[in-house]
């Protein structure tokens, strides 16, 4: 266990819909960062919110949208779905520095 | 920009001997970490072996070491006497400062033989 918890750990959905990631940070750690893992993509960075504030964004699509709440827990908010949105969803935390540890991710499948 | 760069995208290494994993990055930054994460079947993202810009001896972590040549921008992985649970994706990736996030080489598949 890596300290940094995602929910659910698979999602199936039909086009069109919307979804809700789920990720809980390590424990005292202020960073979370968004990646999505697709087979045509790659590894992509997504977003990095820190103490509750937006701090980088990356390739993140107009329909994805995410958050940081108070207890520093993040959603990462998918809309419109469509087949390409198919991938691995990881979550990770850092407390400072460069090193972040890594959930064990979300695999959304868009039907 | 940054890039990093992965040529190998699959290898096989007999079990207990030594297998090299490349990675080539570039960047511009005077400061910046290197990393190398395995990701197993199952799909998780496992932290290997970290290398900093400014340091000046190549990590090292149990049966994994960097091998960090600045010059050449290069930092592949070593993993000494290999194991059939080492079999998996390595991806190399690449963060500066400033700004955490990672840019990910495509990967490299490594499948240990018996």
């Known amino acids: 266990d890596s300290g940094v918890t995602q929910t659910p750990k698979h999602l199936i959905t039909a086009t069109g819909q919307r979804v809700t990631l789920r990720c809980s940070p390590r424990?005292?750690?202020?960073?979370v960062y968004w990646y999505q893992q697709s087979l045509d993509q790659g590894l992509q960075f997504l977003i990095h919110?820190?103490?509750?504030?937006?701090?980088a964004k990356g390739n993140i699509l107009e329909r994805f949208s995410a958050q940081q709440f108070p207890d520093l827990h993040s959603e990462l908010n998918l809309s419109s779905l469509e087949l390409g949105d198919s991938a691995l969803y990881f979550c990770?935390?850092?407390?400072?520095?460069?090193?972040?540890?890594f959930g064990s991710g979300t695999r959304l499948t868009v039907v | 920009a940054q890039k990093i760069t992965q040529t190998q995208p699959g290898m096989f290494v007999q079990e207990k001997e030594a297998v090299t994993l490349d990675c080539t990055y570039d960047?511009?930054?005077?400061?910046?970490?290197l990393f190398w994460y395995k990701q197993p079947s199952s799909g998780e993202m496992i932290f290997l072996i970290y290398?900093?810009?400014?340091?000046?001896q190549n990590a090292t972590e149990g049966r994994y070491s960097l091998n960090f040549q600045k010059a050449r921008k290069s930092a592949n992985l070593v993993i000494s006497a290999s194991q059939l649970g080492d079999s998996a994706m390595y991806f190399c990736?690449?963060?500066?400062?400033?700004?955490?996030?990672?840019?990910f080489g495509t990967g490299t598949r490594l499948k240990v033989l018996a």
């Open positions: 990770a935390s850092s407390s400072a520095g460069y090193g972040y540890t």
């Open positions: 424990s005292g750690d202020l960073s």
């Open positions: 919110y820190y103490n509750g504030e937006e701090r």
């Open positions: 290398q900093g810009s400014y340091d000046e």
């Open positions: 990736a690449m963060s500066s400062s400033g700004t955490y996030k990672y840019i």
């Open positions: 960047t511009s930054d005077q400061s910046y970490g």
